[in-house]
């Protein structure tokens, strides 16, 4: 797991890429990830300035504000931050790929019996890096690439030709 003494060596020497990075967001081992847009499926709603009022019992989707690009030798694993699970936020998160370029999409669940508003740059999850023992033979757009470079909240892979 990478230090925030090692993430700030990877963005100085452009092997990582987090832009719309903040330092702000650093955390001793890993970057806490804001959200850049909002969609509520079951009504279709979906707000990239504001906030979005999220019903009680509801799926939602958080496309990030940041826009990731992983070397071959380092993964991201997505945790929600606590203080969305204590309010009843579950996340269903998984693991970014060596390789991987793009904004992510990340799934939650407001699973508490109260509405919550959840606003437009807010940190979100958490993202922690993982060196590799050793750099993939394939990075990400080589194995499947299905969501390469995507901007904006994905729900389709993109389709392969």
Request: charged share 20%; aromatic share 8%; proline share 4%.
């Amino acid at each position: 797991m990478l230090s925030d003494r090692d993430i700030l060596a990877l963005l100085d020497s452009g092997d990582l890429v987090l832009q719309g990075f903040s330092k702000e967001n650093l955390t001793p081992n890993g970057y806490d990830l804001t959200i850049g847009e909002i969609l509520i499926p079951s009504t279709g709603k979906k707000t990239a300035d504001g906030s979005a009022l999220i019903p009680p019992l509801t799926w939602f989707l958080v496309g990030t504000a940041e826009i990731v690009e992983l070397p071959k030798g380092v993964t991201g694993q997505l945790w929600i931050r606590t203080s969305w699970a204590r309010k009843g936020v579950i996340g269903s998160f998984g693991k970014v790929d060596a390789g991987f370029r793009g904004n992510l999409t990340l799934s939650a669940f407001n699973a508490s019996n109260e509405a919550l508003d959840v606003k437009v740059g807010s940190r979100f999850a958490q993202i922690v890096f993982v060196r590799m023992q050793s750099a993939s033979e394939k990075g990400y757009e080589e194995r499947s690439g299905n969501y390469q470079d995507q901007r904006g909240i994905t729900l389709e892979p993109k389709k392969l030709m």
